[in-house]
């Protein structure tokens, strides 16, 4: 079954440093996005990603955030000032239409932020 | 906006026992909802969804209807077992490329 594949799946930074979080969708699927996910806290929207420009992002999706769409198969996520409180496990998901299919998401990276 | 309440437990079951999770929600328009499940140090797996009213989803001997009139999208298994403690998610999605929308979650354990 096809995967989405996130890497790493744990990175430790120090607070002030600049991060990228990694993943591959799933090679057919047309919309991306990142989530957040404070331990044992709520799955929280950050961005949803459609033909090469950003559809929507939320409030926690500030100036230090950014995404890009590289080579055609990566989707990347920058935080480029990471602070404490960005401690949080960060799931990536595509879909061919989350309306009907819903997504599917990667394994997360677990960003520990020191 | 959009948003989805579910009872947030947690919730201690035995082996066997009948699940019942609640789950609404609040749209304009008429959503897609979705149940996910997160299981310990994993990420998070669709487990059921339903596209419009009255329709049953189910996987896994899981369940949920989509209630129009109750704005409801309740999760209920006959007989859980230890393999099915997780965190369980109520979803809505709105539109194609719509963000999900995610109720807080109900952690679900199962003693033998």
Known sequence: EPE?????????????????????????????????????????????????????????????????RPDGSNFTLKIRSTKLEDSAMYFCASSEDSEIYGYTFGSGTRLTVV | ?????????????????????????????????????????????????ATKADDKGSNKGFEATYRKETTSFHLEKGSVQV????????ALSGTSYDKVIFGPGTSLSVIP
């Open chain 2, 83 to 90: 393999s099915d403690s997780a965190v369980y998610f109520c």
């Open chain 2, 1 to 49: 906006g959009d948003s989805v309440t579910q009872m947030e437990g947690p919730v201690t079951l035995s082996e066997e026992a009948f699940l019942t999770i609640n789950c609404t929600y609040t749209a304009t328009g008429y959503p897609s909802l979705f149940w996910y499940v997160q299981y310990p140090g994993e990420g998070l797996q669709l487990l059921l969804k």
């Open chain 1, 4 to 68: 989405v594949t996130q890497t790493p799946s744990h990175q430790v930074t120090q607070m002030g440093q600049e991060v990228i979080l990694r993943c591959v969708p799933i090679s057919n699927h047309l919309y991306f996005y990142w989530y957040r996910q404070i331990l044992g806290q709520k799955v929280e929207f950050l961005v949803s990603f459609y033909n090469n420009e950003i559809s929507e992002k939320s409030e926690i999706f500030d100036d230090q955030f950014s995404v890009e």
